[in-house]
């Protein structure tokens, strides 16, 4: 049974998919819509796309989400979300030290940029360290046996702004938003059963209250598994380091414009925020999961303390990247440090369904497998088009809901081809404790 353009619909997470969901379902005729987020502002600081910002690259190993970003990025250019993105390029590329496995990653991604006709006149290929300064004047470094290419068709969107641009303008079109540890912070889904069937009637809230829905969306991110224990090994917390270089007001000048700088083997860099003259950098591994022994599922931290440092090797690995392309860089201290969680599937396919048995009363929106944001201008409508769909089924049969095997530990950090390296345990790189002398 379809949820009608009446009907209360609440979305749990004022994140990325959650705003642009609930953004689209306004612009489609729902008028009954309300975000539940759990931090008391937005951007909120739990969710993955409270950043500077995210590579927005078109090119996929698989044509599938390649054709989406080409969608998204047409979106990006429409004037709500065009303030947020910067067509910069993408120098994509391996250090001369990179193994097999990265080269192998880099030639896949660049032979598909090459057979997609929208993409393929923005490429140009990288193949000396000349080619490198070519593409990027800037990279004074000795980018030491660097090869790979640029494309022009890509490049960044600010995340964190973008999600505030659009909590605007969903609040302006009449969705409802609940926000903060006691109002939106949503402890469970609550379900009733009646002799024929079972259904998710509504969410409670920490304050203790129940809000009846005759459609509940959970947006939750990272954090899906603990409102969806259904999903089991499905969807796997996990998480990636972050961290900034501080620059004066003349090197946040000096670097405006250079393309999003990535180093296959090493991890990649922003053109500076000239608001905060802060320069985003990530570093590229299997990153960390936290498994609870008790029933082999990695959650996300409960709080953001657990998560505020920068793991001792990838520091190392960033310091190498900064020494190979702004070796004036590489010993400044980094600031804003932390990992960053996200919702990841051992395909790097979204889950995008209705949870079953439940009478088409509960939709998972999850595993965007760290590669969501670029599809922030459309994610919300393959919502919209779901419920549109007959059969109460999602179309995609890639996103749908996928039966959790029974046993085996959830971690595929090294079997996604895309990502270099196995994944660690959080408790394994935890700083050691300050002394207290
Ligand atoms: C380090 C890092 C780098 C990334 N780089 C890129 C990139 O370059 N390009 C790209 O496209 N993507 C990138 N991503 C992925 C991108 O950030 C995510 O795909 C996107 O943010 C997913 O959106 P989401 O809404 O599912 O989750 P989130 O944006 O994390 O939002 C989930 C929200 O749910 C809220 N929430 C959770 N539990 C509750 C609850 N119980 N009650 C109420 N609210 C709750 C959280 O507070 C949060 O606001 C990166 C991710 C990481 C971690």
């Not at 006709?117 to 490429?123: A, E, F, L, M, W």
């Not at 193949?127 to 660097?146: H, I, K, M, S, Y």
């Not at 670097?255 to 990649?268: E, H, K, M, Q």
């Amino acid at each position: 049974m379809g949820v009608s353009k009446t009907d209360s619909i609440v979305i749990v997470g004022g994140g990325a998919f959650g705003l642009s969901t609930a953004l689209d379902l306004v612009k489609k005729g729902y008028t009954n819509v309300s975000v539940y987020e759990k931090d008391d502002h937005i951007p909120p600081r739990w969710s993955a796309a409270n950043d500077l910002n995210k590579i927005v690259r078109a090119e996929y190993e698989d044509d599938f989400y390649t054709d989406l970003t080409i969608k998204a990025i047409d979106a990006w250019k429409t004037p709500l979300f065009a303030p947020y993105f910067h067509q910069v390029g993408f120098l994509h590329c391996v250090s001369g030290a990179a193994p097999q496995q990265a080269t192998d990653t880099l030639n896949r991604f660049r032979a598909s940029a090459e057979r997609n006709s929208k993409i393929q006149p923005h490429v140009v290929p990288v193949n000396t360290e000349d080619d490198v300064r070519q593409a990027c004047w800037q990279l004074d470094g000795p980018v030491t046996g660097w090869n790979g290419y640029l494309n022009r068709f890509d490049g960044y969107a600010h995340s964190g702004a973008a999600l505030a641009g659009v909590y605007r303008a969903a609040q302006a079109a009449g969705v409802r938003f609940f926000l903060g540890e006691q109002n939106g912070a949503v402890d469970e889904l609550v379900y009733v059963s009646t002799a024929t069937a079972k259904k998710c009637a509504g969410i409670r809230t920490k304050n203790g209250r129940f809000h009846p829905a005759s459609l509940v969306i959970v947006a939750a991110g990272a954090a899906a598994g603990r409102l969806v224990p259904q999903l089991g090994q499905n969807v796997v917390a996990k998480s990636w380091s972050v961290a900034h270089v501080h620059l004066t007001d003349e090197e946040t000048s000096a670097l405006r414009g250079i393309p999003v700088t990535y180093a296959r083997d090493l991890g990649f860099f922003f053109e500076p925020d000239p608001k905060t003259n802060l320069l985003k950098m990530c570093p590229m591994g299997g990153g960390y999961i936290n498994t609870d022994p008790k029933t082999g599922i990695s959650y996300s931290p409960e709080t953001l303390k657990e998560s505020a440092f920068l793991p001792e090797a990838d520091e190392k690995q960033l310091r190498q990247l900064l020494k190979q392309t702004l070796p004036s860089l590489a010993d400044r201290p980094f600031v804003e440090k932390s990992l960053c969680w996200f919702a990841d599937t051992n395909d790097s396919d979204f889950i995008i369904d209705y949870i079953p048995g439940m009478s088409d009363s509960v939709i998972v929106m999850s595993g965007d497998s760290g590669h969501g944001f670029k599809m922030f201008p459309i994610v919300g409508s393959f919502i919209t088009d779901m419920l549109a769909a007959p059969g109460s089924q999602q179309p995609v049969a890639r996103w749908r809901w996928k039966q959790p095997a029974s046993q085996g530990k959830g971690d595929w950090g090294g079997d996604v081809s895309w990502r270099l390296g196995s994944s660690k345990e959080l408790s394994e790189i935890l700083p050691a404790k300050a002394s207290k002398l």
